[in-house]
């Protein structure tokens, strides 16, 4: 069974830096794109950065400069290294990976950016 459970996130000011980790289990993920997404109240869920099978990434233009995301294949995790936090980055993030024509999500980690 596929699970991703993120940690990481907590209540921060704005300038400081978090840093999310995704520990995925149930397959090995490493031939797999994962991404981070994240939903702020009343708004959609958008993706925040992706990272390929080969580390190739791909970033929102909100967090580009800001966020760096990486993977260890060995541990099955995927990181989110958030800097320079802003208040408008205050929502749940969430890890995915597609795996064929299923979308799996974790529960989601709440970061909160105070100005």
């Known amino acids: 069974q596929v699970q991703l459970l993120e940690s990481g996130g907590g209540l921060v000011q704005a300038g400081d830096s978090l840093r999310l980790s995704c520990a995925a289990s149930g397959r090995t993920f490493s031939s797999y794109v994962m991404g981070w997404f994240r939903q702020a109240p009343g708004k959609q869920r958008e993706l925040v950065a992706a990272i390929g099978s080969a580390s190739s990434t791909n970033y929102a233009d909100s967090v580009k400069g800001r966020f760096t995301i990486s993977r260890d294949n060995a541990k099955n995790t995927v990181y989110l290294q958030m800097n320079s936090l802003k208040p408008e980055d205050t929502a749940v993030y969430y890890c995915?990976?597609?795996?064929?024509?299923?979308?799996?999500w974790g529960q989601g980690t709440q970061v909160t950016v105070s100005s």
């Open positions: 995915n990976v597609l795996l064929g024509s299923r979308n799996y």
